[in-house]
């Protein structure tokens, strides 16, 4: 089961009060996918040039409620995965109708089947027109934003189970 939680603001003050590039970008070198796939860091062009064409920004949260809480952690990727599937076709859709910028999850491509990305190879994208960041490769705190823009706390597993409720956050700059 899973909730989905909207909300709106203008980007000037979700760059004010949620973007602190330098510390994120931080988190992203230490990443073991960065570098490694076209969603993430370091990009060929500065994130803000494109935040700055827009004047909207839509968060969207999803909190994903297992079934079953006895799941070992390792099962957490199976569960967000058609959640993941979802949002990204609801993101592409509102990016071609606005005319913004989508973003959405980095990991696991779930475009390419389990394949290595092609920028590992030095090779374009098979699938640019699909792939896009995150907000956190753009510097996004995703903790603040959840918590104070969608009033949903981060739940971390403690147990090697997974946790109370799986959160995904994606935004759509229009």
Known sequence: M???YIVETDVKSYVDGYRDAERFMGYCRQCRNYGHRYGCPPFDYDPMD???RYEHVRIIGVKIVPDDRS???SEADRLMAPV???LNAEL???????G????????TCPYCGGAPCARLAGKP?????KVRPSLEAWGFDIGKTAQQMLGIEL????DGLVPEYLTLVCGLFY
């Open 155 to 158: 739940k971390w597993s403690t």
């Open 125 to 129: 994208c098979r699938h640019a027109d």
């Open 71 to 73: 799941l070992p952690l």
């Open 84 to 86: 993941i599937g979802e």
């Open 2 to 4: 899973h909730y989905k």
């Open 50 to 52: 494109v935040i700055n």
């Open 100 to 107: 913004g910028a989508a973003c959405g999850f980095v990991g």
């Open 92 to 98: 592409l859709q509102m990016e071609a109708e606005t």
